[in-house]
Nanobody
C-alpha cells in the first residue's frame, strides 16, 4: 500500500520560511521523478516543483528563487524548502511521484501576519 505523508506546514509570517517533508512508504521514490503541488482555496491544484531521479530540479515561475526541492532516497523522503513566503503561497501542499496518481493528505501552509 502506497502512503505519502506530508508534514512541516503551519502558520508563518510573510517573509518567513518553512521546510516541508514527504515521507513515502510502499513505494521507492528513487525510481520516480517526484513533485510538489499545491491547492489554494477556490483554485485548482497546481504544480510547484519537481525533481528528477537524477536530482535535476524544475520550478514554477512563481516560486523560482524562493523554493528548493530536494530528495533523500535513503530516507525515502522528499523535501521542499520554502523561503520568502508571501500570502499568495497559502495553500495545501502535496507531494506525488510524477507519473502516478498517488497523493498524500497534504499539509496546510498559511502565510499571514
Amino acid at each position: 500500500q502506497v502512503r505519502l505523508v506530508e508534514s512541516g506546514g503551519g502558520l508563518v509570517q510573510p517573509g518567513g520560511s518553512l521546510r516541508l517533508s514527504c515521507a513515502a512508504s510502499g513505494i521507492i521514490i528513487a525510481i520516480y521523478d517526484m513533485g510538489w503541488y499545491r491547492q489554494a482555496p477556490g483554485k485548482q491544484r497546481e504544480w510547484v516543483a519537481s525533481i528528477s531521479r537524477g536530482g535535476s530540479a524544475n520550478y514554477a515561475d512563481f516560486v523560482k528563487g524562493r523554493f528548493a526541492i530536494s530528495r533523500d532516497n535513503v530516507k525515502n523522503t522528499l523535501y521542499l524548502q520554502m523561503n520568502s513566503l508571501t500570502p499568495e503561497d497559502t495553500a495545501v501542499y502535496y507531494c506525488k511521484p510524477v507519473a502516478t496518481d498517488y497523493w498524500g493528505q497534504g499539509t496546510q501552509v498559511t502565510v499571514s501576519s
